[in-house]
């Protein structure tokens, strides 16, 4: 009995962790991103209240909107997020490939803003502004919060491609802002994922 | 990059994106072809389908599946929380 205590390989055995489970990024970054998305939370409850107390107002206002390119947007982000997750598990892996996914990715977010912005455009054309009602203060006040989200996440995605470039391995500090990027990134399709349906297509 | 997309070939999050993106169509076509009657119905449904699309993109892009016990439970917290709330207010107010 007093073996098994005195040997250390039995003692360690006694320990073996569970799989390994890390955070991704690190904890602030998850301050941050769990803070941001309960934000978003009341900005979703405000669209469904809205819905509740003027429906009509909302329907009508919905009308004016372009579903199709929502659609189209949620399709870019979507594509957008599988670019980085292929770019993260590439450049972390030190394989190649990593910078063009970075690329695709990029190309995606930028597609989500020049759609936006086209929208954003045919709206205001047609006499839609941030004044016309609460529906269209709301649309273009959470979504422009969005798309400011996004612009960041633009910034962030070109420092990890100019990153992705360099043949040398990532260092722990630059594994971390890899991982931050990329959850960051998420978070602003995870984000869109919700306002979507809120906005163009639930009645 | 086409090298790196080739070893995609069944891997879970190409799976995963192709889950959210079939996901995407069937919520549209779900919300523009609803009629008054049903919008009740069609709005508790479409909520469903984006917090469970939210869900797959925690777990499986921001790699939440394999994050420590709290964090996960933080998120899977905030997607039930947010989406129940949401069907209440959609249901009542």
Not at chain 1, 27 to 47: C, H, K, P, T, Y
Not at chain 1, 78 to 104: C, K, P, W
Not at chain 1, 109 to 138: C, P, W
Request: hydrophobic share 55%.
């Amino acid at each position: 009995m007093s073996a098994t205590v005195a040997d250390p390989s039995i003692q360690a055995n006694d320990k073996i962790p569970s799989p390994e489970r890390r955070i991704p990024g690190e904890e602030g970054l998850w301050v941050f991103l769990l803070g941001d998305m309960a934000i978003f939370a009341l900005f979703f409850g405000a669209i469904v209240v809205l819905h509740g107390q003027h429906p009509a107002m909302v329907i009508a206002s919905q009308h004016a909107l372009h579903p199709l390119l929502g659609l189209l947007n949620t399709g870019f982000l979507l594509t957008g997020s599988l670019f980085v997750v292929l770019a993260t598990r590439a450049i972390r892996n030190g394989s190649s490939g990593a910078a063009g996914l970075y690329g695709g990715a990029i190309a995606c977010g930028i597609g989500f803003a020049a759609v936006k912005a086209v929208e954003y455009a045919s709206l205001i054309r047609d006499g839609h502004t941030a004044q016309s009602n609460d529906f269209f203060m709301y649309y273009f006040v959470f979504t422009g919060i969005h798309l400011g989200h996004l612009l960041i996440g633009l910034v962030l995605l070109t420092f990890l491609l100019t990153r992705a470039r360099k043949a040398k391995p990532l260092t722990p500090g630059q594994r971390v802002f890899v991982d931050c990027g990329a959850c960051y990134w998420h978070m602003v399709d995870l984000l869109w994922l919700a306002l979507f349906p809120l906005l163009y297509l639930v009645r | 990059m086409l090298a790196a997309l080739r070893r995609t070939r069944g891997d879970t999050q190409l799976i995963v994106w192709f889950a959210l993106i079939s996901a995407t169509f069937a919520t549209a076509g779900l919300g523009l072809e609803q009629t008054a009657g049903g919008a009740a119905t069609v709005g508790v449904l479409l909520l469903a389908i984006a917090f469970t699309k939210i869900r797959l993109v925690g777990i499986h892009f921001m790699e939440l599946g394999s994050a420590p016990l709290p964090l996960r439970l933080l998120f899977e917290g905030y997607v039930l929380v947010t989406f129940t709330v949401l069907v209440v207010l959609f249901l009542v107010v």
